[in-house]
């Protein structure tokens, strides 16, 4: 079993429902049998409220700011977390981390131990741009943050870049996770340099925009990306039975007395002095009294002094 939640983002104009297909792979997955899979969901409408409206289309800030909430309360339980985004769900996860860096909160962030983020406009989309803002779409705040080379979106992928994939650790103001990044390599809303970007190690999935979350579609393998980083990022988190210590033997755990040799029962004074030197680490010194014995065993072998007949060596 892992024991991890497995965090979902959508995009724009879109809902949680967007990740039912892949949620039903990964749930069936035997290998990741254990997972819990939470999804986040926001407002996206397709068109921007009018100006009277006593209701207004969150922004990026907005979104960010509520997922904070939802990782703070609903999530509060939750000690080891993935996140996978979609589109412009990887921008909104994006404000979120540099929000929460800027708020002393980096210590927080290391629940998180994987990102993976799935066609993210990092460098904004031309898809549809003139139509997006003849139809007014230039006042829809989430349609206007996803322009070509938006200042606040690319300020934020910086500080992702130098405080996240980079971070030399863990502390108030940066935090490493580790963040997998891919583009739809048919993808026209949000082509592969937009998806891509300066992220290291950028790679790139089967399908468009879309298909990339359809795992019935061809040569998709979305589903079994994921769960590969899955399970490298939270390895450990498994439960499994300890391996064997194959190391060597601790010096202070005891060590089973060999039987004795079977020339030592001629020589009781040997017989003890033998023992105890089988339970003694091998680091240890030991001494031995010979004064009272008509010889003594060294080693394994047969090898003996006799000093009852070598007066050489008698004091």
């Known amino acids: 079993m892992i024991d991890a939640t497995l965090v979902t983002i959508h995009g ?10 892949l949620s039903a792979v990964w749930t069936a997955d035997e290998d990741l049998r254990g997972l819990r899979i939470h999804a986040f969901g926001y407002p996206s ?44 769900g990887g921008l909104i996860l994006q404000r979120f981390l540099d929000w ?18 799935l066609a993210c ?3 904004g989309s031309e898809y549809l741009r003139s139509l997006r803002h003849a139809l007014g779409f230039g006042r829809h705040p989430q349609a206007a943050s996803l322009d070509v080379l938006d200042k606040q979106v690319t300020d934020t992928q910086r500080t992702v870049l130098q405080r996240i ?14 963040l997998h990044v891919y583009a739809g390599n048919a993808d026209n809303v949000v082509t592969p340099a937009s998806a891509k970007s300066t992220f290291p190690g950028a790679s790139a999935l089967a399908g468009n925009h879309f298909t990339i979350l359809d795992p019935s579609a061809p040569g998709n393998r979305t589903a079994a990306t994921v769960k590969h980083h899955l399970l490298t990022d939270l390895a450990g988190l498994t ?15 005891a060590r089973p007395a060999a039987p004795p040799h079977p020339d030592a029962a001629a020589s009781p004074g040997a017989n003890s002095t033998a023992a105890a030197s089988e339970t003694t680490p091998f680091a240890s010194k030991c ?7 008509e010889g003594i065993q060294v080693g394994d072998g047969n090898t003996q002094i006799n000093y009852s007949t070598d007066r050489r060596h008698r004091p």
């Not at 724009?12 to 297909?21: D, I």
């Not at 708020?103 to 290391?110: D, I, P, T």
């Open 287 to 293: 001494s031995v009294r010979i004064e009272d014995s």
């Open 100 to 117: 929460m860096l800027a708020e002393g909160r980096g210590r927080e962030l290391a629940r998180i131990r994987a990102i993976v983020m």
């Open 121 to 123: 406009p990092s460098g």
């Open 239 to 253: 439960d499994s039975a300890a391996p064997p210590h194959v190391g060597p033997a601790r010096t202070d755990e």
């Open 165 to 178: 994939v980079n971070a030399a650790g863990n502390d108030d103001h940066q935090c490493r996770i580790p």
């Open 12 to 21: 724009f104009w879109s809902s949680p429902a967007t990740w039912e297909r």
């Open 45 to 88: 409408p397709r068109k921007p409220r009018l100006p009277l409206s006593t209701t207004r289309v969150p922004d990026y800030d907005d979104v960010a700011q509520t997922f904070a909430t939802e990782f703070t309360v609903p999530l509060a339980n939750a000690e080891h977390l993935a996140i996978v985004t979609h589109s412009q």
